[in-house]
Each structure stands twice: as C-alpha cells, then as structure tokens.
C-alpha cells in the first residue's frame, strides 16, 4: 500500500530534551512538509521541503530542525529550544513541488509529543 | 496574508439529513480549494477539491460548491451518515504560491 507513515504514534519528551519524529512516503512525492496542530487552530507550517537535500522555514520553525537526505524521508527534531513542544504534529507530501502546481497534500497519520 | 475561516465551528445534524459545511477565504488570487475530513486522533484525509474555474465538483455523496464573488466555498454531505462525524475543514492555495492556509476546522456530529 502507498502512504505515508509517522512514527511513534506517542512521544514524551523530558526538559532539555530533543526528540525526533519520523515521516516516511512511499508516494513518489517530490515536495514534504511538517504542520503542528493545537486545539481550536488550523495547521501551521513548520518546514517544507521541495526536493531532496533543500528545504525552507514555514510559520513557525523556531526550536524545530529537519533533514532531507533522501526523498522518502523528511525527520523533523523537536529541539530543546521549542519551549511549548505538546502538540500533534502531521506530515504531509505532494505530487509536484513548482509553485504555480495546484499539488494536493496527502497526510501520515500523526505524531502526539507530549512533555513529562 | 491569506486567512482562511469557517462559519460554525460546531454542527449537529439527524442521520439521513444533508450537511452543509461552509468556508471563507481572503486572497483573491486562491486558485485552489481542498476539503479534509479528521477523526480524532487521526491525520486529515483529503475528501475533494476544486479549482478556481470550477464552480461546482461532485464526488461520492459530497458537493463542492465555490463562489469566487464573495470569496466562499461549502462541502454539502449527503444522507449524512454516523461515519461521517468528524472534524471538517477547507484549505485555499493562493495563485503562485505553494503554501496552503487551513481554517480551523468544522465539528461534525451525527446523532442517530
């Protein structure tokens, strides 16, 4: 089956802690990207990623970090500068990175970091 | 920048009756509409979308409808069903950029 996966499924970060989420696609998608979703709120963009080895700040990148080093994959690390870190986060990915592309963006099913 | 909002954050509906889902957005340079469905706990799900030389698209007992006149679209259900209970809410892609802008997001409920 095509998809994309998250794990784990729950995460408990400690105090100073970095932690990283994982995201997988076997999609054949060029473009990845990570949103943090809080109670009330619509997704905000973390970091996206148009093609391998480059990637680009979304809305609200401070405390996070990523990775692309393979087109499958796009780990984002929750870093111990994220002060408010308790979220569910998602992971999504698209057909066509260029801009004028009307893309729709599939999603993993989630990743719930929560801090003991 | 583009703000996406929907027009009730809560809706109860019977079992059998239509639901309309309605969505606001503020670029008028929004070229492309999505409509995701959320149950708890779990990752969005791409339901339909629209594009903005569309006015109405028909999938499996759902209608997009959009009016680019006063920057609005809705999802109506059809026969809504218990399986259909969940968070609904619209995304809007703006002209040359990638970026999509969520709305908030629609509670669904279905009562039997």
């Known amino acids: 089956d095509g998809g994309i996966t998250q794990s784990p499924k729950y995460l408990f970060r400690k105090e100073g802690q970095n932690v990283t989420l994982s995201c997988e696609q076997n999609l054949n998608h060029d473009a990845m990207y990570w949103y943090r979703q809080d109670p009330g709120q619509g997704l905000r963009l973390i970091y996206y990623s148009q093609i391998v080895n480059d990637f680009q700040k979304g809305d609200i990148a401070e405390g996070y970090s990523v990775s692309r080093e393979k087109k499958e994959s796009f780990p984002l ?3 111990s500068a994220q002060k408010n870190p308790t979220a569910f986060y998602l992971c999504a990915s698209s057909t066509r990175s260029g801009t004028s592309a009307r893309e729709t963006q599939y999603f993993g099913p989630g990743t719930r970091l929560l801090v003991l | 920048g583009e703000s996406v909002g929907l027009h009730l954050p809560t809706l109860s509906v019977q079992e059998g009756d239509n639901s309309i889902i ?20 779990k990752g969005p799900q791409f339901i339909i979308d629209i594009r903005s030389n569309m006015d109405k698209r028909q999938g499996q007992r759902v209608t997009v409808l959009l009016n680019k006149t006063v920057k609005h679209l809705s999802l109506q259900i059809a026969a809504t069903q218990p399986g259909d209970s969940a968070v609904y809410f619209c995304a809007a892609k703006g002209g040359s950029n990638y970026k999509l802008t969520f709305g908030k997001g629609t509670l669904l409920t279905v009562n039997p």
Request: net charge negative.
């Open chain 2, 22 to 41: 309605n969505c606001a957005y503020s670029n008028s340079a929004s070229d492309y509409f999505i409509w995701y469905k959320q149950e708890s706990g």
């Open chain 1, 77 to 79: 690390t929750v870093t």
